[in-house]
Nanobody, 123 residues
Framework: QVQLVESGGGLVQAGGSLRLSCLAS????????MGWFRQAPGKEREFVAR????????DYADSVQGRFTIGRDNAKNTVYLQMNSLKPEDTAVYYC????????????????WGQGTQVTVSS
C-alpha cells in the first residue's frame, strides 16, 4: 500500500481559495489513480474528484465542477486539489485516496486513505 499525507487545509472566507496537497510514499505512485473525498459532520464521505495515473482523465462531483481542479505531479509523488470560489457548504474534512483501479468509481475501490485535512469556509 501507499501512505498518504494531506496538507493545506484551513479557514477561509466564502469566495476564497485553498490548495490541498497529498504526498504519497511507499509503492510506485504512478500505479495509482488518486481521488479526493470529503466528509462533513453528520454526513457520509462523498466523492469530490479523481484523476487517473497519467493525469489524462479527471472527473468531478457536480457540486464542485468548475470550481475545483485536481492535478498530480508524479515526479513529486503528489496530488493536488485547487479549490476556488469556496462556499460554506464546502466545509468538511478532505481526504485523499489511492486506487489501483484505472478509474475507481466507488469509495470501496480505493486501497489507501490519508488522515484528512480540515477545510472550513466562513460566510
Amino acid at each position: 500500500q501507499v501512505q498518504l499525507v494531506e496538507s493545506g487545509g484551513g479557514l477561509v472566507q466564502a469566495g476564497g481559495s485553498l490548495r490541498l496537497s497529498c504526498l504519497a510514499s511507499g509503492r510506485t505512485f504512478t500505479r495509482y489513480a488518486m481521488g479526493w473525498f470529503r466528509q462533513a459532520p453528520g454526513k457520509e464521505r462523498e466523492f469530490v474528484a479523481r484523476i487517473t495515473w497519467s493525469g489524462g482523465r479527471t472527473d468531478y462531483a457536480d457540486s464542485v465542477q468548475g470550481r475545483f481542479t485536481i492535478g498530480r505531479d508524479n515526479a513529486k509523488n503528489t496530488v493536488y486539489l485547487q479549490m476556488n470560489s469556496l462556499k460554506p457548504e464546502d466545509t468538511a474534512v478532505y481526504y485523499c485516496a489511492a486506487s489501483l483501479k484505472f478509474v475507481p468509481y466507488s469509495k470501496n475501490e480505493y486501497d489507501s486513505w490519508g488522515q484528512g485535512t480540515q477545510v472550513t469556509v466562513s460566510s
